[in-house]
T-cell receptor
Framework: DAKTTQPNSMESNEEEPVHLPCNHS???????IHWYRQLPSQGPEYVIH???SNVNNRMASLAIAEDRKSSTLILHRATLRDAAVYYC???????????FGTGTRLQVFP | NAGVMQNPRHLVRRRGQEARLRCSPM?????VYWYRQLPEEGLKFMVY????????ESGMPKERFSAEFPKEGPSILRIQQVVRGDSAAYFC???????????????FGAGSRLTVL
């Protein structure tokens, strides 16, 4: 399976922007980039996904490098409720299942 | 519009007993996925089903575990003769279709937490 690499943990202060990086150097041309997050004691929650162009939604923005070998999830103003584990996952063309890695644990300080 | 419903939320079993976890997908969703999360670890894919059909069970342990998604009713993950190592959170997700394009978005339930004594 195509792999992603994320930092184990990151910290942010409340109301500051957060940039969560993800490397996926083995991505193929048809693989989508997905981001999910898991708050403590809850199930994972969809955040955003994209293929080539940058994407924005009410939760976050996704910036995809031109060569698609990396991407960045951007939380424009972190809140305490954004403290979670963030997973960057490749959606492969030939399957609908998603393979989770270890993710980035984001801590947000008041 | 209820989300993915899992029950029970918490289940306690003694070694050797059976555990049955149920998952009702979102309305209109025809595909169900089961994941296991051991304490302090990431989610591990187990199985992917549509109604009356297992599509991918590459993550299922070879023994004691089975899954079904009947024509009527919820999907069920069954663990026979549970052992302490089965203690984990089991998450179910659903999606509306088999897109095969990599753009499929999964909606997860709140999970069922199994404790084996």
């Amino acid at each position: 399976d195509a792999k992603t690499t994320q930092p184990n943990s990151m910290e942010s202060n409340e109301e500051e922007p957060v940039h969560l990086p993800c490397n996926h150097s083995t991505i193929s041309g048809t693989d989508y980039i997905h981001w999910y997050r898991q708050l403590p004691s809850q199930g994972p929650e969809y955040v955003i996904h994209g293929l080539t162009s940058n994407v924005n939604n009410r939760m976050a923005s996704l910036a995809i490098a031109e060569d698609r070998k990396s991407s960045t999830l951007i939380l424009h103003r972190a809140t305490l409720r954004d403290a979670a584990v963030y997973y960057c996952i490749l959606g492969l063309y030939n399957t609908d299942k998603l393979i989770f890695g270890t993710g980035t644990r984001l801590q947000v300080f008041p | 519009n209820a989300g993915v419903m899992q029950n029970p939320r918490h289940l306690v079993r003694r070694r050797g007993q059976e555990a049955r976890l149920r998952c009702s997908p979102m309305k209109g969703h025809s595909h169900v996925y089961w994941y296991r999360q051991l304490p302090e670890e990431g989610l591990k894919f187990m199985v992917y089903l549509q109604k009356e059909n297992i599509i991918d069970e590459s993550g299922m342990p070879k023994e004691r575990f089975s899954a079904e998604f009947p024509k009527e009713g919820p999907s069920i993950l069954r663990i026979q003769q549970v052992v302490r190592g089965d203690s984990a959170a089991y998450f179910c997700a659903s999606s509306p279709r088999d897109s095969g394009s990599g753009a499929n978005v999964l909606t997860f339930g709140a999970g069922s937490r199994l404790t084996v004594l």
